[in-house]
């Protein structure tokens, strides 16, 4: 068990040190180069991730919350609709890159190209929509959620090492799991219906890149054709990092109850999706990557000049 939460804690913090990363790099592009679009959505993403991260079950922010002397209550109500919201937004952001994306590489003839020129209008209606939708879908559960206590333990279902979601009524209960599970289905149907979409579209235009252009052409992938294929990625690792995650979830709360060997693996792969993502996001895009060129040159650079001083 011991080595089960190392890896838990390891699998943390890679995930929010790389998240840290892009929300400096994307910051920085944001305010001082001109941004891209896309840009504007990948930035939220590691900010998303980094929040899910530190409060996905006891990780460092409940560590903060104590040092603060905040009441146990507050703390596992607190940490808990973080982490609910988080988890809404990120499922809502992939989405919504995989239709931005989709939008993006649309022919002109296809019916997604109408909404090209429109996309910064109503991206910003959709940031809006997602985060006000997010933040009050999760309000209700803070109700069933709290500090564990010895009274009725049978009755309650502990998901940390001092918090427990309490009993709720049959209704309600299966009520919360229809509109979130409905909630789930729809993106990630979107999600799907998207990237089916995008690799059909690569797909023909690879095909006729065959007839137009020379072989070397054809074999240099295109910065859209990059992008789209990195958004089909992070929609496969979440869809199937969900789908997981979902399964547990629901045996565990038909059950009413959770291991800790099964809660930990739980958390596991929670954590999967915003810990590769942000490893993903860094390897596909052209301009992290010659920036770490360009540190490691000049670092190498330094090193010989401080070397041939010395000698």
Not at 28 to 41: E, Q, R
Not at 90 to 113: D, G, N, R
Not at 278 to 303: E, T, Y
Request: net charge positive.
């Amino acid at each position: 068990m011991s080595s089960l939460k190392n890896v838990l804690y390891f699998q943390a913090g890679l995930g929010v040190l790389a998240n840290v990363f892009l929300v400096f790099f994307y910051t920085f592009i944001i305010l001082v180069h001109k941004s891209k679009l896309m840009d504007l959505i990948s930035c939220q993403l590691p900010f998303i991730h980094i929040m899910l991260v530190l409060t996905g079950g006891d990780m460092w922010l409940t560590d903060i919350f104590q040092s603060l002397n905040f009441d146990n209550d507050f703390k596992c109500k607190a940490t808990f609709y973080i982490h609910r919201v988080m988890r809404g937004l990120s499922i809502c952001i992939t989405c919504l890159l995989s239709v931005f994306q989709a939008v993006t590489i649309s022919p002109s003839t296809s019916f997604l190209a109408n909404f090209k020129l429109k996309l910064k209008k109503y991206m910003t209606y959709a940031f809006f929509y997602i985060w006000s939708f997010n933040l009050s879908f999760s309000s209700n559960l803070i109700f069933y959620v709290g500090a564990f206590t010895n009274v009725s333990e049978t009755n309650q279902i502990k998901v940390t090492k001092s918090c427990s979601i309490f009993p709720m009524n049959n209704i309600i209960r299966a009520l919360i799991l229809t509109v979130t599970t409905s909630r789930d289905v729809f993106l990630v149907g979107v999600m799907l219906t998207t990237s089916a979409y995008m690799v059909i579209t690569l797909f023909r235009h690879q095909r006729q890149c065959k007839y137009l252009h020379n072989p070397v052409s054809h074999l240099r992938a295109s910065p859209e054709k990059r992008a789209t294929q990195t958004i089909l990625l992070l929609v496969v690792l979440f869809v199937v990092t969900y789908w997981v995650d979902f399964i547990i979830s629901s045996t565990s709360g038909l059950l009413w109850m959770y291991h800790p060997v099964i809660l930990t693996v739980q958390k596991f792969v929670v954590n999967a999706y915003p810990t590769i993502t942000p490893l993903v996001q860094i390897s596909s895009d052209n301009r992290i990557i010659n920036m770490l060129k360009n540190l490691r040159s000049k670092c190498h650079q330094i090193f010989l000049n401080v070397y041939f001083f010395l000698v």
